[in-house]
């Protein structure tokens, strides 16, 4: 096992089509959590999983935004109707407890034209 | 309001100094607290994590402190090299583990 992986590592829409990103953890991770993180800000919160529960989401998750953990492996992240706004690298993480190394993805650029 | 605030936003050092990168929070509980290297366009990458008891630890030419008093940590490197040029993030862990408050980032660039 590499690390936590993302795809695609890049994504250029246009505005109100809807994209879906696809992170894949370190595979004795059970927690899995989602980041936006746009140019010279840290990264922001979106939602955490344990297992296959979705245990938080941030308000920065609009309704159109979705994520979902079925088997408590893989994780997807979809944007419906998207929005310039939304314009952002999308960061994915992984960790086995809640002291332990948290480990991140490579993170998926995403460009809405 | 839980906030992590980094200084200086940016530094410029030549090849071979060393500098510290400072984090200061207000996140209450406290948990943990990491430092992060993030180059341009990657995701970020764990350097150190520390808990409330802990003052000072080390992973190679980083070192990173933290007083739980004043709530005050700092990044240490030294020796400086070309590659350590990026984005230095510090994060805190909130006591309930679930929440990671994200600094803003110190951008270093190391020039020969």
């Known amino acids: 096992d590499t690390g936590v992986s993302q795809d695609p590592r890049h994504k250029i829409t246009k505005r109100g089509q809807n994209v879906t990103f696809r992170c894949d953890p370190i595979?004795?991770?059970?927690?899995l959590y989602w980041y936006r993180q746009t140019l010279g800000q840290g990264p922001e919160f979106l939602t955490y999983f344990q297992n296959e529960a979705q245990l938080e989401k941030s308000r920065l998750l609009s309704d159109r935004f979705s994520a979902e953990r079925p088997k408590g492996s893989f994780s997807t992240l979809e944007i419906q109707r998207t929005e310039q706004g939304d314009s952002a690298m999308y960061l994915c993480?992984?960790?086995?407890?809640?002291?332990?190394?948290?480990?991140f993805g490579p993170g998926t650029r995403l460009t809405v034209t | 309001k839980n906030q992590v605030e980094q200084s200086p936003q940016s530094l410029i050092i030549l090849e071979g100094k060393n500098c510290t990168l400072q984090?200061?929070?207000?996140?209450?509980?406290?948990?943990?607290l990491r430092w992060y290297k993030q180059d341009t366009g990657r995701g970020p990458v764990s350097l150190t994590i520390m808990t409330f008891s802990e003052n000072t630890k080390s992973n190679g030419r980083y070192t990173a402190t933290l007083d739980a008093d004043t709530k005050q940590s700092s990044l240490h490197i030294t020796a400086s090299q070309l590659s350590d040029s990026a984005s230095y993030i510090c994060?805190?862990?909130?006591?309930?583990?679930?929440?990671?408050?994200f600094g803003k980032g110190t951008t270093l660039s190391v020039s020969s």
């Open positions: 984090c200061n929070y207000t996140v209450s509980p406290f948990s943990n």
């Open positions: 595979s004795e991770h059970n927690r």
């Open positions: 993480a992984s960790s086995y407890n809640l002291a332990g190394v948290i480990a």
């Open positions: 994060v805190v862990n909130n006591q309930a583990g679930t929440a990671l408050i």
